[in-house]
């Protein structure tokens, strides 16, 4: 399983910016995108966040191999709503029996697949070039966040590379003992909801210890927690945020001249 650490040169312009600093422009250029329906406004996105990918210090093809789930569920959702959407508008560009594909459809699924890569890539760029450490740090100077919720997250991030681990544990011991699915798919979906399920009750039990022994060290004292290393929010980090809202405005603004921007509401 991939790892969380960062996997960005450390000199990269924007790989060096603050951590709340590069969160909230992933949100603001997040939450810009969602308001539109159409294809265009996040095509015009994504083409962005691979542009400026360099800026980061990450490798495309680094991207691509942590963002291949994403990529999975993308094609899933393509798909699915492809196949199965009730809405059938349009020029008809592939019939057979049942399933009918339109123009109209097939807009819609690309918008919308479009759309959740461009929302989640910003993610997947942010947590690719920081430190799980400097951004609890960050997220209690700067962003004021509570300090029991930062380091539970700090202690989250670093437990998810065990589920991989455990997975591969779980599949070991299950076919030492002899449970093999063989070449029978429903087998093997039986097994993979097994394994699942086990592997939720393990993590459920690793959270409620890694809790009470927070607790029992005082992580959930009132008491004032000092900082061992300091998080400055420069002007340069102002600068990126404002620059995430105006990149995602004028993605927007492509689309409203185009002609083909659709509005979530309305």
Do not use: C, H
């Amino acid at each position: 399983m991939i790892g969380l650490e960062p996997v960005a040169t450390p000199g990269a312009p924007l790989a060096r910016r603050n951590p709340v600093a590069k969160l909230a422009a992933g949100l603001v250029f997040s939450f810009l995108l969602v308001a539109s329906l159409d294809p265009v406004a996040p095509a015009v996105a994504i083409a962005i966040e691979l542009a400026l990918l360099p800026l980061f210090g990450i490798r495309y093809r680094v991207l691509a191999r942590r963002a291949l789930p994403l990529l999975a569920g993308a094609v899933g959702i393509l798909v699915t709503l492809v196949l199965f959407a009730a809405d059938r508008s349009g020029r008809v560009l592939w019939a057979a029996g049942p399933l009918l594909v339109t123009s109209g459809v097939l807009v819609t699924a690309l918008g919308l697949v479009l759309r959740m890569l461009a929302v989640a890539l910003p993610g997947v760029i942010v947590f690719a070039t920081t430190d799980p450490t400097d951004l609890a740090d960050a997220l209690v100077q700067n962003a004021k966040a509570p300090a029991r919720f930062a380091i539970g997250a700090l202690a989250a991030f670093r437990l998810v590379p065990l589920l991989g681990q455990e997975w591969q544990m779980l599949t070991m011991a299950r076919r030492a003992r002899g449970v093999d699915a063989g070449r029978n798919p429903l087998a093997r979906l039986r097994l993979f909801a097994a394994t699942a399920f086990a592997l939720l009750v393990g993590a459920i039990r690793r959270g409620t210890r890694l809790a009470v022994a927070m607790d029992a060290r005082g992580f959930d004292a009132g008491t004032p927690r000092t900082v061992a290393r300091r998080q400055v929010f420069r002007p340069a980090d102002w600068l990126l945020v404002a620059g995430a809202a105006a990149l995602a405005g004028g993605a927007l603004a492509v689309s409203v001249a185009l002609g083909t921007f659709r509005p979530l509401i309305g």
